[in-house]
């Protein structure tokens, strides 16, 4: 009997050895990436658990809405920010504003990277998760333009504790077959960016176009019927942003001067990316909206307020720049 039962704990040691092996090679390899965590560890006081932004390119309200399209649908039916203006053009400074809350230098594709904090550093400090995701990226975190790709149009990479970190550029900047796949299995990080191609998103296409990759993107996710993905809807917020307008349209607010901008107008203006486009689908957003001027730091805010994650400590959640909290049918706590 004692000899059967030293055989049997044998048997269990070995076991559980296997499974720590198992457990520890998978995060070696990269099975368990932190990027592909379904489930925020923070209680936000918002029925949203994840948020994610799908960033679009070079568009005026104006030509937006000339046409019925997939995003004037989508205004229409869900939450619409009407004054929503990027803080100035090229597409580096307006995406890395959005990620950051911070005024970076406008007018070129070229910010030089920055030690400044950013939205993924407060995301992870509370224990939540983010990733971004490129289509046509060909590898994890990848430095170079390739085909439909373009570097200028990942602010990731311009921000050196994501950059130059190479374990959590590769695990969490990756290509967007990963956010699909994560999607049907009804798992997302607690905050996704979503860079289509530089086809996809309006850049060098046709509205017409892209409002068709549009509708067959985020479509079939909305009113899918598995109920995996179904439950992950019922939780998420998704924002669909264009990165500027065509025009230098903007506002001033609270004495803050954009110099580039004034320089551009001759105006002393805190944005002047043009009037674009900004919508939230989210079933907490049927038929609300913000008439409020907005802008990138507004987009910070946003996610900073649905997840009491506090602020980057620069424009965003500022009494300037605040959360578009009226695009929401609750208060959070």
């Known amino acids: 009997m004692a000899k059967a039962k030293r055989v049997a704990l044998g048997v269990v040691a070995v076991i559980v050895a296997i499974v720590v092996i198992v457990i520890l090679s998978g995060w070696e390899l990269g099975w368990y990436s932190p990027a592909q965590n379904g489930n925020p560890t923070t209680s936000t006081g918002t029925p949203i658990q994840h ?16 046409q019925p399209s997939e995003f004037s649908y989508l205004s229409s039916a869900y939450g619409n920010d009407t004054e929503f203006y990027p803080v100035c053009h090229g597409s580096m400074p307006d995406y890395m504003s959005m990620i950051s809350g911070q ?14 904090s950013n939205l993924p550093d407060i995301i992870q400090s509370h224990g939540d998760t983010w990733g971004g995701y490129f289509e046509s990226m060909p590898t994890p975190c990848d430095r170079t333009d390739s ?6 149009h990942n602010p990731f990479l311009n921000f050196q504790d994501i950059e130059a970190n190479v374990s959590r550029c590769n695990s969490h900047i990756l ?20 860079v289509p191609n530089d086809v996809d998103d309006c850049d060098i296409s046709s509205l017409v176009f892209c409002s068709e990759w549009l509708s067959a993107f985020l479509g079939p996710i909305l009113s899918s019927t598995n109920p995996s993905v179904q439950g992950l809807v019922a939780h998420t917020a998704f924002v669909v942003a264009f990165d500027e307008g065509t025009t230098d349209l903007g506002y001033s607010v609270g004495g803050l001067i954009n110099t580039w901008c004034q320089n551009q107008t001759g ?15 989210s079933p907490y957003s049927k038929g609300t909206q913000d008439t409020l ?3 990138d730091y507004s987009v910070a805010s946003t996610i900073e307020w649905l997840f009491d994650l506090g602020t980057v400590g620069s ?5 300037n720049f605040p959360s578009m909290n009226s695009l929401f049918t609750f208060s959070a706590n």
């Not at 085909?147 to 200028?152: E, F, R, S």
């Not at 424009?315 to 009494?319: E, F, M, P, S, V």
């Open 51 to 66: 948020v994610v932004v799908i960033l679009m390119e070079n568009q005026e309200v104006p030509t937006i809405y000339q």
């Open 267 to 281: 105006s002393p203006l805190s944005t002047c990316g043009g009037h674009s486009y900004l919508t939230v689908v």
């Open 147 to 152: 085909g439909l790709y373009l570097i200028q």
């Open 293 to 295: 001027p907005t802008t």
């Open 103 to 116: 005024a970076f230098a406008c007018g070129n594709e070229t910010d030089p990277i920055t030690t400044h």
């Open 175 to 194: 290509n967007s077959e990963i956010f699909n796949e994560s999607v049907a299995a009804g798992s997302l990080p607690t905050v996704s960016w979503y």
């Open 315 to 319: 424009y965003d959640g500022t009494a």
